[in-house]
Nanobody, 121 residues
Framework: QVQLVESGGGLVQPGGSLRLSCAAS????????MGWYRQAPGKQRELVAT???????NYADSVKGRFTISRDNAKNTVSLQMNSLKPEDTAVYYC???????????????WGQGTQVTVSS
């Protein structure tokens, strides 16, 4: 069984930094895209950043210049470095991946359990 496990959330003051990590485990053949989404209370889940296996990245306009997504293909991990955090960044952050299993079956939309990020003074 394949799963995504996030870590690194917490409470930080405005202007501070946090780093989120997500590790995929299981019988994985390859991972195409990996990404981070977030959901604030009363709002829909939204894309934060994605990265494909070749390294091409995509960011929401609201985080460009502040957040950096990276991945380690050998370790099946993806990270999100978040700098200059704002109160409006407060949300549950979810890891997402498009995975090819060892059986060659494809799991297009695998989600982690989420990690809380709170930006407050």
């Amino acid at each position: 069984q394949v799963q995504l496990v996030e870590s690194g959330g917490g409470l930080v003051q405005p202007g501070g930094s946090l780093r989120l990590s997500c590790a995929a485990s299981g019988s994985i053949f390859s991972i195409n895209a990996m990404g981070w989404y977030r959901q604030a209370p009363g709002k829909q889940r939204e894309l934060v950043a994605t990265i494909i296996s070749g390294g091409t990245t995509n960011y929401a306009d609201s985080v460009k210049g502040r957040f950096t997504i990276s991945r380690d293909n050998a370790k099946n991990t993806v990270s999100l470095q978040m700098n200059s955090l704002k109160p409006e960044d407060t949300a549950v952050y979810y890891c997402n991946a498009d995975i090819r299993l060892a059986t060659l079956a494809r799991v297009r939309d695998l989600w982690g359990q989420g990690t809380q990020v709170t930006v407050s003074s």
